[in-house]
């Protein structure tokens, strides 16, 4: 598989079915492919079971036609819920998957979210709320014209199914298309060994607007720039900043993997170099290697840049990295440090476009 290749292939996807929906989840543990699937069906739940006890209810108190009612109340309110959902916390600053639930009190978001992916996420979720709450109205009208105990009274009275029908299949065709979408996308993101979902509007540092700027340019120019080296002292955010970086190319369906640089070293040493089940690490087109030594104020190196390509250049099996783009992620304790990586990086691979970021310690009440 290429790196080129946007999406899995049908044998992937079925290979990746079959294990999520087969075996035991407290031997496995969760993926994010399983779990986009149980969050889906989630939701497809929650739109027939209310939808099927609002009709009871309507049913049982003599309303005419409980079943558009209770379709178009429960498919309203999931809508209304789903849509207040999105711009309500992303408005008022709140940050997902972090250690702090909220933004620091006078804090500003660093980087914007991408409302595109946002909508298109909250959209699939409406639809599979109302894709429960159709398939709960033909269930009940099925009931109505097969059942002798009249269970559902007056509903197929009302409207023709028809309309419901024609809308229903409309949204199984956006939902093929959708469900296609995402679960791709899921399993690009857990074959690139990210440690969590974490998305760049979600990150918070202290970050200079040329450094904003240089991260946006190279997410935006997958023509530009081979190597982006994240420099910064200890407690700097700098793992969190590639670990989203990494996101954002994985949402752009990138192949990379993330790696910290112990397990870099031990993965050069493995003969198939596996990094998934569907790819090796020669096959990604980014790689991501995090904690290059801790930074100040730990004065001491895990590792200095010389000794580090002197190990490269010793051995044939690091070759391939000059074909990679590579995004580094480098504790340091002054500018000494930054110049020697620098140049080391700048000898290996030669003259192509290297860009930096420096970040500093967060300083509170900046910004």
């Known amino acids: 598989m290429k790196g080129e290749q946007k999406y899995f292939t049908l044998i992937n996807l079925i290979s990746q079915l079959k294990d999520d929906l087969f075996g035991k989840d407290s031997y496995r543990g969760f993926s994010l492919t399983y779990s986009w699937l149980a969050n889906q069906f989630g939701h497809f739940s929650l739109g027939f079971i209310p939808t099927y006890i609002l009709c009871s209810v309507l049913t049982h108190c003599k309303h005419n036609c409980p079943n558009i009612k209770a379709l178009l109340i429960i498919g309203l309110l999931w809508t209304i819920f789903e849509i207040f959902n999105l711009f ?10 972090t250690t702090l639930p909220f933004l620091e009190k006078g804090a500003k978001r660093e980087f914007d979210p991408k409302w595109s992916s946002l909508i298109l996420d909250n959209f699939t979720d409406i639809c599979y709320f109302w894709f429960g709450g159709m398939t709960c109205y033909l269930f009940i009208n099925k009931l109505n014209h097969d059942s002798n105990l009249n ?7 009302c409207y023709s199914d028809i309309y419901i029908s024609y809308s229903f299949y409309i949204i199984v065709a956006i939902l093929i298309f959708l469900s296609y979408y995402w679960y791709n996308l899921r399993m690009n993101l ?34 530009g720039s081979k190597h982006l080296i994240i420099f910064g002292y200890n407690f700097t955010n700098k793992s969190d900043l590639s670990i989203a970086i990494g996101n954002e190319l994985a ?22 170099r596996s990094i998934s089940k569907f790819w090796n690490i020669e096959d990604v087109e980014y790689l991501i290697i995090d904690q290059l030594n801790v930074g100040r104020p730990y004065f001491k190196d895990f590792i200095s840049a010389k000794r580090f390509f002197s ?57």
Do not use: C
Request: charged fraction near 30%.
């Open 311 to 367: 190990i490269v250049n010793a051995s044939n099996d690091f070759e391939f990295l000059r074909k990679k783009k590579i995004i580094w992620t480098i504790g340091i304790k002054n500018d000494d440090d930054k110049e020697m990586w620098i140049e080391n990086i700048s000898k290996f691979f030669g003259t192509m476009a290297i860009d930096y970021v420096l970040l500093e310690p967060m300083v509170s009440g900046s910004k």
């Open 88 to 97: 309500y916390p992303i408005l008022k600053g709140r940050i997902y998957f």
């Open 190 to 223: 857990q074959n690139a060994s990210l440690p969590m979902q974490f998305r760049l509007s979600q990150w918070s540092g202290d970050i200079s607007k040329d450094d904003k700027k240089t991260i946006e340019t190279y997410l935006s120019n997958s023509k």
């Open 151 to 157: 269970l559902f009274s007056k509903g197929a009275e």
């Open 251 to 272: 949402f752009k369906f990138h192949k990379l993997y993330y790696s910290s640089f112990v397990k870099f070293l031990e993965k050069m040493h493995d003969r198939n």
